[in-house]
C-alpha cells in the first residue's frame, strides 16, 4: 500500500499518454490530476490480485506482478484531513494500457462513470450510435477494453470521514509478466469540481 498526501503528488499533466509511459506494470492504476485538487483530502491506493480458492471463495492477495487473464481489484480510500467539509470531490481512477475494466466491478455503482480517454465520463454502460452496412444508425454498448478511466462523485466529505471506491480489471492476454513496482502506483486525486458529461 502506498499513501500520499495529493498535495505533494507532482502529475504527469499530459492525460492517460503519459501513463503508459511511467508504469510499472498493468497492475497498476497511475490516475491523472484533476485540476483544482483539494490538498486536505488523502488518497490511499491499494491494489489486490483476486484469485478463487478451493472452496470456490475470492481470495484477495499482493499485486506484486500481474500476468495475462489475471484480475486486479484497485481500492482508493480518500479521507478528508482538513477541518472542514470538503464539497463536491470526485475520484478518479484511470484504467491502465494492457488491461481491461471488469464489467459491473465498479463500487459504489450508483455513482460511476467512465470515459473513452476524452474527458468526457458518462454513465456505465458507455453507448455509440453505429452506422449498419445499410445505414441505418443505432445505439450499440462500448466494448469494455475501450474504458480508460472511471470516476465517482463522492458528494461532501465532512472533515475526518472516508469514502472507499473500488474496481477491478483483467489484465490483457497480450501483455507479459511484469514486475509491479509499489513506488509508480499513485492513489488518485479528488476533484472538487462537480460531475462532469
Not at 511511467?22 to 497498476?28: E, G, K, S, T, V
Not at 514486475?179 to 462532469?196: E, V, Y
Request: net charge positive; no cysteine; hydrophobic share 40%.
Amino acid at each position: 500500500m502506498r499513501k500520499h498526501s495529493v498535495s505533494h503528488i507532482k502529475w504527469f499533466a499530459s492525460s492517460l499518454l503519459l501513463l503508459a509511459a511511467l508504469q510499472a506494470a498493468p497492475a497498476l492504476a497511475q490516475p491523472a490530476p484533476a485540476s483544482g485538487a483539494k490538498p486536505d483530502v488523502e488518497a490511499v491506493l491499494t491494489q489486490k490480485k483476486v484469485t478463487i480458492g478451493a472452496d470456490k471463495k475470492e481470495i484477495l492477495s499482493d499485486a506484486s506482478a500481474a500476468k495475462p487473464g489475471e484480475v486486479i481489484e484497485y481500492q482508493v480510500t480518500y479521507t478528508n484531513k482538513a477541518k472542514t467539509v470538503s464539497s463536491n470531490v470526485l475520484g478518479t481512477l484511470p484504467i491502465p494500457e494492457g488491461t481491461e475494466y471488469v464489467g459491473g466491478s465498479a463500487k459504489p455503482a450508483g455513482t460511476v462513470k467512465a470515459s473513452l480517454g476524452d474527458g468526457k465520463y458518462a454513465a456505465i454502460p458507455l453507448k455509440r450510435k453505429v452506422k449498419l452496412p445499410d445505414g441505418k444508425e443505432v445505439e450499440k454498448e462500448v466494448p469494455l477494453y475501450e474504458y480508460k478511466s472511471l470516476q465517482w462523485s463522492l458528494g461532501d466529505l465532512a472533515a475526518g470521514k472516508s469514502v472507499v471506491v473500488t474496481a477491478r480489471v483483467r489484465v490483457a492476454d497480450l501483455t507479459p509478466s511484469v514486475p509491479a513496482t509499489p513506488a509508480s502506483a499513485t492513489p488518485p486525486p479528488p476533484s472538487p469540481q462537480g460531475g462532469q458529461k
